[in-house]
């Protein structure tokens, strides 16, 4: 077993939220327009307004690239000479890949996943490093899982945080595995060693697509949803959305866990005026949890909300800032049905 402790936990905030429970579903639709007087858009740069209003993945790159190739990109990490733990161990000992043939593979994977889509966390390395065994709750969640229930990885990229979890010994079948871009899951493959052996099951799917796989196999069948480097991709409405599917998955009843990290900032404002709706919103603790008090209004379901910051010291600022704007921050959260 490889249990990493939630050292770069720094802060700690928890609210609980209490609304009336409605027993009756709720649709998935795009929530009113009436959040504008008191939440806040804290991403400003013109890349990301205009990624966000693009609607297509053709589109998405090219405002994201503005005609750059992929290692010319600010994120694009050259200067990467030690795979991190627990990567490392998990790729030398589940993956079986010598010890001294590590790094290179690693870097020939990064490539390769970068060409599907230039995420700053693809380019940085920082797929590498993994979030749910920082999470204060990983042990209960390795007790959940080992004992039966279910956890869904959404926008797993190449799937690293299910190998690590089957690494440390949750059965994979237990564990499913989404993603917009089904090129990673073969990347992912390639990567951990694990075609012929890993029973995890990868859908591909758009978590706002009504008829996908996902809604049909999944929807009430799930205890925990992971969301690592999700939520930031997407507008305040989106991401309502996005989040009132996820209670949609998870099972109707308390102690159902969405899990994660994402991308914010410690000081956001409210300088900028033009289509809210549009941009990729990035939260502070505060926003986020207003963004639960909506969920739970519209769902008529009850969250707690826990959530701190994580260390990027290891990632330099040009980078971190180049990838997200000015002071960025890495927020942990665990919102847990109540």
């Known amino acids: 077993m490889f249990s990493t402790p939630p050292c770069h936990i720094v802060v700690t905030s928890e609210i609980t939220l209490k609304i009336a429970p409605n027993p009756t579903n709720f649709p998935i639709y795009p929530c009113a327009?009436?959040?504008?007087?008191?939440?806040?858009p804290?991403?400003?740069?013109?890349?990301?307004?205009?990624?966000?209003k693009a609607t297509t993945e053709s589109e998405r790159r090219a405002a994201l690239t503005k005609g750059k190739a992929p290692h010319e990109l600010p994120w694009y990490k050259t200067d990467f000479e030690e795979v991190p733990e627990p990567a490392k161990t998990i790729l030398e000992n589940y993956s079986k890949i010598p010890p001294d043939q590590v790094l290179q593979h690693v870097k020939d994977v990064r490539?390769?996943?970068?060409?599907?889509?230039?995420?700053?966390?693809?380019?940085?390395?920082r797929f590498l490093d993994m979030s749910i065994p920082k999470l204060p709750v990983y042990p209960e969640i390795l007790e959940r899982l080992?004992?039966?229930q279910k956890l869904l990885d959404m926008g797993c990229a190449i799937g690293q945080e299910l190998r690590h979890l089957a690494y440390d010994g949750v059965p994979a079948e237990n564990v499913?595995?989404?993603?917009?871009h089904e090129r990673f899951f073969n990347i992912g493959y390639d990567l951990f060693a694990d075609r012929e052996t890993l029973k995890s099951k990868f859908i591909?799917?758009?978590?706002?697509?009504d008829d996908s796989d996902l809604v049909r196999d999944l929807t009430g069948q799930l205890?925990?949803?992971n969301t690592a480097s999700f939520f930031h991709l997407f507008s305040w409405d989106q991401q309502i959305i996005a989040a009132k599917r996820i209670v949609s998955l998870l099972r109707a009843k308390p102690g159902s866990l969405l899990i994660g990290r994402q991308v914010g900032r410690a000081d956001p404002d409210d300088t900028d005026d033009q289509g809210k709706e549009s941009l990729l919103y990035r939260h502070n603790l505060e926003t986020w949890k207003s963004?639960?008090?909506?969920?739970?209004e519209e769902t008529g379901t009850q969250w707690e909300v826990e959530g701190g910051f994580e260390d990027w010291t290891a990632y330099t600022n040009d980078i971190m800032m180049g990838a997200h704007g000015d002071n960025p921050i890495s927020i942990w959260f665990v919102v847990r049905r109540v």
Do not use: T
């Open 204 to 209: 591909a799917s758009d978590i706002f697509d």
């Open 33 to 40: 327009n009436n959040h504008f007087s008191h939440k806040q």
């Open 291 to 296: 963004l639960w008090k909506q969920v739970q």
């Open 111 to 125: 490539d390769r996943a970068f060409e599907v889509f230039p995420y700053p966390c693809i380019g940085s390395f």
């Open 223 to 225: 205890d925990i949803i």
């Open 146 to 148: 080992k004992s039966g």
């Open 42 to 52: 804290i991403h400003h740069h013109p890349e990301y307004r205009i990624m966000a």
């Open 176 to 180: 499913y595995a989404a993603d917009l």
